[in-house]
């Protein structure tokens, strides 16, 4: 049987004609035994769409991780490394996850209590809440009326050390059925997006791109961010915004000094624009929470000066600086019309193109609503590419 592709279910509050090259649903193949003729089509596909969906698929730990390791094949290690440094009590990241014994690079992620599941006895699973996270917080009234946070839009990516992962792939194994709930973004705007209960939600990091005026769209292709050393360690005793997108500054981050062991040549500098390897489009990659300074880059010769920032390049090193720019470049990109949340159903696997989307966890649930899903991305074998000579010249 031949691939098959059909459009994602968009919902009634999505801007369709923004998401026109944006997800599929892949029918036709099996995603756990696909010969390599039928992977190099779904590796192209994932690239040009972002993210791509396969219902009823059934999927071993063994042959996910066979999967997300053909987008790398020198890929080798989980996403955020052997999990010593991010299981430190002291990282945000730290309750998230559980590894499957037998497949250590696939995790175990989702809601309340999963018992004889694939080598593990017993995992208690918390569905990661913006209580823990967010500087203000939805009453425990507006909640139980079903008002809901986005978590934290992210890049799977520890951001020091490791190369940010090309593909992760979610494997949704328990879905619990529930009310859905009201996404507020509670920044004064009174934006709001009604979701599925326990979406994933995504936006396009080439639409993010895509909608910024001349000016913020030249900042982006000279600009590069340089990330904390081991980021999910300095970011946590920090409060995040209410709309997920990055840290409320209030000097709560810890000190360098205080951190783990950590060298200069690991930390990481990427571009803020990664280079599709199949489009040529630029997606505008930043893990906002995880930004401490950002470096600019001079307009290139011949460029116009009238209106750009930083015409002749800068090294922005005040938090609240390089995370307000950040802000003001990234937030259009998640206002509701430009969300795709996901509804999960059992055995849906999504794909998704770490490095050309953002992704929250949305939504609480309660603890007897069990949710088991599998999580599988590699460290990739190098760094993104960030925008060619000529991708500058055309958008400085
Ligand atoms: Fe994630």
């Known amino acids: 049987m031949a691939i098959e592709l059909a459009p994602l279910p968009l919902p009634p509050t999505a801007d369709a004609s923004k998401f026109r090259d944006f997800g599929r649903e892949v029918k036709g193949v099996d995603p756990g035994n696909l010969s390599p003729a039928d992977f190099g089509q779904i590796e192209e596909l994932l690239y040009k769409h972002d993210a791509l969906l396969f219902r009823n698929a059934d999927l071993s730990p063994e042959q996910q991780y066979a999967l997300t390791k053909a987008f790398d094949p020198a890929s080798e290690s989980y996403g955020h490394g052997n999990n010593k440094t991010e299981s430190t009590k002291k990282s945000i990241l730290h309750p998230d996850l559980k590894t499957i014994p037998r497949v250590p690079q696939v995790q175990l992620i989702g809601n309340g209590i999963v018992y004889d599941h694939e080598g593990l006895a017993e995992a208690k699973l918390k569905h990661p809440s913006h209580h823990t996270f967010h500087k203000t917080q939805v009453s425990p009234e507006d909640e139980a009326a079903g008002a809901t946070r986005f978590y934290r839009w992210h890049i799977d990516a520890a951001l020091y050390k490791l190369a940010p992962p090309k593909v992760t792939t979610l494997y949704g194994i328990t879905v619990p059925q529930g009310a859905p709930q009201v996404c507020r973004y509670d920044d004064g705007t009174g934006d709001e997006l009604p979701v599925p209960l326990g979406t994933t939600a995504f936006v396009s990091g080439r639409t993010m791109f895509d909608i910024l005026p001349p000016e913020l769209k030249s900042l982006a292709v000279r600009a590069r961010v340089r990330y904390a050393p081991h980021p999910y360690v300095w970011m946590a005793p920090a409060s995040a915004l209410s709309t997920g997108l990055g840290i409320e500054t209030e000097d709560k981050e810890l000190a360098l000094s205080d951190l783990p062991e950590w ?38 010769a011949g460029a116009s000066r009238e209106g750009a920032l930083f015409p002749d390049g800068a090294h922005l090193k005040d938090l609240k600086e390089v995370r307000g720019l950040l802000y003001k470049m990234q937030r259009p990109a998640i206002a509701p019309s430009l969300v795709y949340p996901h509804d999960w159903r059992e055995k849906d696997l999504v794909l998704f193109h770490n490095r050309g989307v953002l992704h929250s966890v949305v939504g609480a649930f309660k603890p007897d609503q069990v949710r088991a899903f599998h999580q599988c991305n590699l460290a990739a074998s190098s760094d993104p590419v960030g925008p060619s000579a000529e991708d500058v010249a055309k958008w400085a």
């Open 263 to 300: 060298s200069e040549e690991d930390v990481k500098v990427f571009p803020v624009l990664w280079k599709n390897p199949v489009t040529g489009e630029l997606h505008f990659q930043v893990h906002p929470a995880g930004a401490q300074e950002l470096l600019v880059d001079p307009l290139p």
